[in-house]
């Protein structure tokens, strides 16, 4: 079983940047497909960014393209997500979430994973 905890959101001003982290319990972090998805008000869920256990990296949503960086290191059991150039409309509650044995090409569809944080508020002013 894994445990995530996401922190590093926040209120910023258009144009700024934030880092989440996702930190993982338990010894098989390495083994396992990552993600980042949001939510916002009245919203689905959706897909931002994921990384496999090989650190191959699907395609990033045109939303955040150019924009957000997803990495991990699996000697500290933790998922980043460096965005930058904050839009108003990246508003919304970001979640990790691992899985196993995803084909890197399915990482953007959320039922493919398991284990889910709590998430974290990220708030964007014009």
């Known amino acids: 079983q894994v445990q995530l905890v996401e922190s590093g959101g926040g209120l910023v001003q258009a144009g700024a940047s934030l880092r989440l982290s996702c930190a993982a319990s338990g010894r098989t972090f390495s083994s396992y497909a990552m993600g980042w998805f949001r939510q916002a008000p009245g919203k689905e869920r959706e897909f931002v960014a994921a990384?496999?256990?090989?650190?191959?990296?699907?395609n990033y949503p045109d939303s955040v393209k150019g924009r957000f960086t997803i990495s991990r290191d699996n000697d500290k059991n933790t998922l980043y997500l460096q965005m930058n150039g904050l839009k108003p409309e990246d508003t919304a509650v970001y979640y990790c979430?691992?899985?196993?044995?995803?084909?890197?090409?399915?990482?953007?569809?959320?039922?493919?994973?398991?284990?889910w944080g709590q998430g974290t508020q990220v708030t964007v002013s014009s």
């Open positions: 990384i496999n256990w090989d650190s191959s990296i699907p």
């Open positions: 979430a691992a899985g196993l044995h995803i084909a890197t090409m399915n990482l953007r569809f959320r039922t493919l994973y398991r284990y």
